[in-house]
């Protein structure tokens, strides 16, 4: 496996495959173009043999320079369960650290169990949010009217490639 700094020629590879990796849920629009293209710094891919197993689209926020935030994560089907989103959320973490940030923050819906299951693993913490529903913190409305979101953060303060949870 090989894992580089995503780059603009990616675009339709990654967007092509979305919905299929999403069980047919319409996630293209979750990924403009323009993520790609001006965050390749931060964003990385893993391909194996010229296919796509996962990426992470990522940035330093422009308002927090001690700050990142992982905007979108997709792992091909076929290769779960074989620790690549670890994989990118470590090259990530490693990648803004080194340029100074001291924080990660990161979005779930409240109904993707499996996602909230993989960053409490990974050591986030989930924000307080405006109300609590079965354990889980909700920040109500965050995306927009009926966007409930949970919010993660992870301090990299602490944190090295070497020290993770399993």
Same mark, same amino acid.
């Given at each position: @496996? ?8 990616d675009?339709?590879?990654? *967007?092509?495959?979305? +919905? ?35 990426f992470? /689209?990522?940035?330093? *926020?422009?308002?927090? &320079?001690?700050?990142?935030? /992982?905007?979108f994560?997709?792992?091909?089907? !076929?290769?779960?369960?074989?620790n690549i ?5 470590? %090259?990530?973490?490693?990648?803004? !650290? ?7 923050s990161?979005?779930? *819906?409240?109904v993707?169990?499996?996602?909230? !299951?993989? %960053?409490?693993? @990974?050591?986030?913490? @989930? ?9 889980i913190?909700i920040?109500? +409305? ?11 953060? !992870?301090? &990299?303060?602490?944190? *090295?490639?070497?020290?993770?949870? +399993?």
């Open positions: @496996m090989k894992i580089r700094n995503i780059q603009d020629e675009f339709l590879r990654i *967007s092509t495959n979305l +919905n299929t990796w999403w069980g047919g849920r319409d996630m293209v629009d979750m990924l403009p173009r323009l993520f790609i293209h001006h965050f390749k710094d931060t964003s990385f891919i893993i391909e194996e043999n010229e296919e796509t197993i996962g992470v /689209i990522g940035f330093i *926020s422009p308002s927090n &320079l001690h700050q990142a935030y /992982i905007h994560v997709g792992v091909n089907p !076929k290769a779960r369960k074989e989103g670890r994989t990118l959320y470590e %090259h990530f973490f490693q990648a803004v !650290k080194e340029k100074g940030c001291t924080e990660v990161c979005v779930t *819906s409240p993707n169990a499996t996602s909230i !299951k993989f %960053h409490t693993r @990974m050591g986030f913490t @989930m924000t307080d949010g405006d109300m609590v529903i079965e354990g913190p920040h109500q +409305n965050y995306d927009g009217i009926g966007q409930d979101r949970v919010i993660f953060v !992870k301090s &990299l303060e602490a944190w *090295s490639d070497t020290h993770f949870k +399993n």
